[in-house]
């Protein structure tokens, strides 16, 4: 029997093209099931304010960057999105004193520009560069920063990026937010065309794409004009250059944070429920992370909200 079209944006695939059962079971999850969907590789952690989860993201970076040293050089992958954590980070090395001489970071994605082929500048209003460097890396002592060589960010040209994944440098932990349209970083679903007309990618052919540059689903347009552009979405690209599946299964951790901002409360259960029960569709690409060795997800428990109908 055919996939149903999607009833966001029928020429593309997304979750809303799943089996209406799983909607069903996944809104029904109350915190307590969500806690115990735990299971070898997978682990779900709760926080119970704001200030405990952000500082908890932040001393993911402390940790994979104290590990490193001249001949293991460590570093960490991370998202835009959420951002809270960023200036935790840059207090924390000030306040330790923690050397990044050998340390590294992978930004996880970019806006790509159609008009000029190229990423875009740091310039640009939602440069993720300048968010990172603006919000961390610029606060940091300069005894303690980080080389500027050890600072990976995805640009057009992706195999400088890509081979910054094989040069030795091991990659601790990757972390991310989730989004509407449940991706990590840019890993949207696909459009439905060509060979993936009537169902999606397999796991196996979606998780062999590698740091590339990726069309966005109308949802991810729309989601980051609500969080970062006051709903205008007419300045936000509709392209974007993102870490693939192959460079996340690089990483030794993905470490996924759920602070109810980026997705809504069938969301946050939903990959959850598919990851915990082993079920792997590219129309929800968080999904396949269930096929990755180490997995946390991490919930601010005041964001879980409720999939109850409330009118407002």
């Excluded at 980070?89 to 330790?96: D, F, K, P």
């Excluded at 740091?122 to 968010?131: D, I, K, T």
């Excluded at 400088?160 to 994944?165: G, I, P, V």
């Excluded at 979405?233 to 599946?245: D, E, F, L, Q, S």
Aim: some cysteine; glycine content about 8%; overall charge negative.
């Amino acid at each position: 029997m055919p996939r149903k079209l999607s009833s966001l944006a029928p020429e593309w695939w997304d979750y809303t093209t799943l089996d209406d059962s799983l909607i069903r079971d996944a809104a029904a999850l109350t915190v307590r099931d969500l806690e115990q969907l735990s299971r070898p590789g997978f682990k779900i952690v709760f926080y119970d304010t704001l200030e405990d989860f952000y500082l908890a993201e932040a001393l993911e970076y402390i940790s994979a960057w104290r590990q490193a040293t001249a001949d293991n050089p460590v570093g960490i992958c991370g998202p835009i999105g959420p951002t809270e954590q960023l200036p935790l980070v840059a207090r924390l090395v000030n306040e330790l004193g923690v050397s990044l001489r050998d340390a590294h970071f992978w930004g996880m994605d970019e806006w790509y520009d159609a008009g000029t082929g190229c990423e875009v500048p740091v310039s640009h209003p939602l440069s993720f560069e300048r968010a990172d460097r603006e919000l961390c890396f610029d606060r940091i002592a300069p005894g303690l920063a980080m080389p500027e060589e050890n600072l990976h960010f995805p640009k057009a040209e992706v195999a400088t990026y890509r081979r910054s994944w094989t040069s030795g440098v091991r990659c601790a932990v990757m972390q991310g937010g989730q989004g509407d349209i449940k991706h990590w970083a840019f890993n949207d679903p696909l459009r439905r065309t060509g060979a993936h007309v009537e169902a999606p990618p397999t796991p196996e052919e979606y998780r062999q794409l590698a740091t590339r540059v990726v069309d966005l689903h109308p949802v991810t347009l729309m989601q980051n004009a609500r969080t970062s552009g006051g709903g205008n979405v007419t300045m936000v690209p509709t392209r974007a250059i993102t870490v693939g599946p192959v460079e996340t299964w690089l990483a030794e951790k993905v470490s996924i944070w759920h602070a109810g901002t980026h997705d809504n409360p069938l969301g946050q259960r939903l990959t959850a429920l598919m990851i915990a029960k082993g079920v792997q569709d590219a129309a929800v690409p968080m999904s396949l992370l269930g096929g990755h060795p180490n997995v946390q997800f991490n919930y601010f428990r005041g964001g879980v909200g409720t999939c109850a109908v409330e009118m407002h």
